[in-house]
């Protein structure tokens, strides 16, 4: 026996999309076809899991060159901050032109135009915030880190906090620690 | 997919601070959608509509008649539905004390409201911009501590 079967493509994917959105718990509302307007925060790990049901269906998210491009800056920049003992004081701008086989002030103007901010504050924003997590979760004295973090000295690693975030790096401690002990009085 | 703007939402008593607040966003150059109340009540009024769209960024008036922003501030934190808006205090006070309170009470961000329109241009840049970066970044929102 052979039968005929007739698809609508449109409603098949907006179905699936519809239903597989609802699964995860992400509010949204579709715009024109192939547009989806994302109506809260999703996390990066929901947006990964959403790519990759997607995948099985052969739906794929459509992806900018630049931003791809961006995130790799992004990560090797992460992994230069973070690794910062193995890179041995590599310049930034050295560093990403050799690894990301474009020139520096073509990364720079892309990463700018895209991501609101320059690289430059998108390094230090990245050394608080380590510095940050160290000073919260490890013993690490502030010389210690600001050693570990390959800054001259503990005044520059505390003027560059206080610049990034208007608070000392003491005073940062101090308010998370009482945030924690607030926390533990309320449960 | 339009993920590439912030909802910033204000709780101002003063008409004249939303009036800027609103102008100043206008200006810059991040898309941005602003949405203002004109006390505590309304907002979490607001904010508890169960389809409400939850700002990223929520920037609170501290002194408000019927219910201040260090009320609205606790009822916020104790909400596990809001965990991902960053708040912003945003106060005439500069006193140290009010500033680490509210950090304490969970605001990630404080901001002495400015006297010069530019100034309060290039703060509230900052603030969309480095949330931004957070949001992007999937940096740790517990250490998002910003003061201003």
Same mark, same amino acid.
């Given at each position: 026996m052979k039968i005929f079967i007739k698809f609508d493509f449109t409603q098949f994917c907006s179905r699936i999309l519809d239903e597989k959105l609802d699964e995860l718990n992400i509010k949204y509302r579709m715009l024109n076809f192939?547009?989806?307007e994302f109506l809260e925060i999703v996390s990066p790990e929901k947006?990964?899991?959403?790519?990759?049901?997607?995948?099985?269906?052969?739906?794929?998210?459509?992806?900018?060159?630049?931003?791809?491009l961006v995130q790799k800056?992004?990560?090797?920049?992460?992994?230069?901050v973070f690794n910062a003992d193995d890179t041995n004081?590599?310049?930034?701008s050295v560093y990403l032109s050799e690894k990301l086989g474009h020139s520096y002030g073509y990364l720079a103007n892309l990463f700018s135009e895209v991501t609101y901010t320059s690289i430059e504050n998108f390094v230090i924003l990245q050394r608080i915030e380590y510095a940050k997590s160290l000073i919260t979760n490890t013993d690490f004295s502030l010389?210690?880190?600001?050693?570990k973090l390959q800054y001259s000295s503990v005044a520059h690693l505390s003027t560059q906090f206080k610049n990034t975030t208007g608070i000392t790096p003491t005073t940062f401690q101090r308010i998370i620690a009482k945030r924690r002990s607030l926390k533990n009085t309320k449960e | 997919?339009?993920?590439?703007?912030?909802?910033?939402?204000?709780?101002?008593?003063?008409?004249?601070?939303?009036?800027?607040?609103?102008?100043?966003?206008?200006?810059?150059?991040?898309?941005?959608?602003?949405e203002v109340y004109k006390d505590g009540i309304e907002l979490m009024c607001a904010l508890n509509q169960p389809e409400a769209v939850l700002p990223n960024i929520l920037f609170l008036d501290l002194n408000m008649p019927k219910k201040s922003g260090l009320e609205c501030l606790i009822e916020i934190k104790e909400n596990n539905r809001f965990k991902d808006i960053a708040i912003a205090i945003y106060s005439t006070s500069a006193s140290e004390e009010d500033i680490e309170n509210t950090f304490v009470?969970?605001? +990630?961000?404080?901001? #002495?409201?400015? &006297?010069?329109? +530019?100034?309060?241009? #290039?703060?509230? &840049?900052?603030v969309v911009t480095i949330n931004w970066q957070y949001h992007t970044n999937?940096?740790?929102?517990?250490?998002?501590l910003l003061r201003l």
């Open positions: 192939g547009e989806i947006l990964k899991a959403f790519d990759l049901i997607l995948k099985q269906y052969g739906i794929e998210k459509i992806e900018n060159q630049k931003v791809i800056i992004k990560d090797s920049l992460i992994d230069m004081n590599v310049k930034s010389t210690e880190i600001a050693f | 997919m339009r993920e590439d703007y912030t909802y910033v939402v204000l709780a101002d008593d003063d008409e004249d601070d939303r009036l800027f607040f609103i102008e100043a966003f206008e200006e810059l150059k991040i898309q941005t959608k602003v009470q969970g605001a +990630n961000i404080y901001i #002495k409201k400015p &006297s010069a329109f +530019n100034d309060l241009k #290039k703060i509230l &840049s900052d999937g940096l740790n929102k517990d250490n998002f």
